[in-house]
Structures are given as structure tokens and as C-alpha cells.
Nanobody
Framework: QVQLVESGGGLVQAGGSARLSCAAS????????MGWFRQAPGKEREFVAG????????YYGDSAKGRFTVSRDNAKNTVYLQMNSLKPEDTAIYYC????????????????????WGQGTQVTVSS
């Protein structure tokens, strides 16, 4: 199985940018479709972005469209989430997740579709 560790969170000013990383160990990340989710205080965890196993397809939640970009570097065994134009409502714990993809072109958006999860990294956006 794969272990996932997120990093890159912290305190960011509104309008700023941050790049989250999700480093995989145990197995190569190229075996998985990957996703990013987030959970804000008092809210349910929601889908942010996903990328297919083959890296050719990506999909974004409404809150991320036009501002966030998901990418993967299989050589570094890492997946990234570039976040621009951050808003205070982006404050949340961000989680990466891995799906043992049977379809290498598919992006998965539902939490039950994911088999492995990281511990999360806190992103706080100040106004």
C-alpha cells in the first residue's frame, strides 16, 4: 500500500498563493489516480481537485476552478496542488488521497472512491 504525506500548508494572506505537495512512499504514485480534498471548521470534507493516473485529465470542484491547478510528477513520486488568489474561505485542512485506478484516464471525485489518505496539512488564509 501507499503512504501519503502532505506539506506546504501554513498561513497565507488573501490574494496570495501556496503550493501543497503530497509525497508518496511504499508504492509509486504512478499506480494511482490522485485527489485533493479539504475540510473547513464545522463543514464536511469536500472535493477540491483530482488528476487521472495517466496525468492527462484533471477535474476541479467549483471552489477551485480557475484558481487551483493539480499536477503530478511521477519521477518525484509527488502530486501538487498549486493554489492562487487565495481567499479566507479557502481556510481548511487539505488532504491528498490515492485511488487504485482501474481506468487510467478517469478522475475520481467521490471520497469513497479513494483507498488511501494522508493526514492533512492546514492552510489558513488571512484577510
Amino acid at each position: 500500500q501507499v503512504q501519503l504525506v502532505e506539506s506546504g500548508g501554513g498561513l497565507v494572506q488573501a490574494g496570495g498563493s501556496a503550493r501543497l505537495s503530497c509525497a508518496a512512499s511504499g508504492r509509486t504514485v504512478s499506480s494511482y489516480a490522485m485527489g485533493w480534498f479539504r475540510q473547513a471548521p464545522g463543514k464536511e470534507r469536500e472535493f477540491v481537485a483530482g488528476i487521472s493516473q495517466n496525468g492527462e485529465n484533471s477535474y476541479y470542484g467549483d471552489s477551485a476552478k480557475g484558481r487551483f491547478t493539480v499536477s503530478r510528477d511521477n519521477a518525484k513520486n509527488t502530486v501538487y496542488l498549486q493554489m492562487n488568489s487565495l481567499k479566507p474561505e479557502d481556510t481548511a485542512i487539505y488532504y491528498c488521497a490515492a485511488n487504485r485506478a482501474f481506468l487510467n484516464y478517469r478522475v475520481y471525485v467521490r471520497q469513497p472512491d479513494y483507498d488511501y489518505w494522508g493526514q492533512g496539512t492546514q492552510v489558513t488564509v488571512s484577510s
